[in-house]
């Protein structure tokens, strides 16, 4: 029992890392989460453009956030389970 902290700020590094990294290799989107992207494509015949939407997810700065939060949740819960200081 006297280990949990350590567990919790494993998990919560844990978490932070993985965030991060689903974030920047999911797109790295700036505004908040995209379900649909919009991408624009040009006509072979008449040569004009038009918009073309397509179901992707794209994670964005909320998604980022969350996730930091949640990491900050494990990490003040495990330094609060940690073995009192005994003075001598």
Do not use: C
Request: proline fraction near 5%; aromatic fraction near 14%; avoid cysteine.
């Amino acid at each position: 029992m006297k280990r949990r902290h350590h567990i919790l700020y494993s998990l919560a590094g844990l978490i932070a890392v993985l965030n991060v990294a689903f974030w920047f290799f999911g797109g790295m989107h700036l505004g908040w989460t995209r379900s649909n992207e919009t991408r624009m494509e040009i006509d072979p015949v008449t040569t004009l453009e038009y918009p073309i939407i397509e179901k992707r997810f794209t994670p964005g700065i909320d998604f980022l956030v969350l996730g930091m939060m949640t990491s900050g949740f494990f990490s003040v819960v495990g330094y609060f389970l940690r073995p009192k200081q005994v003075s001598k």
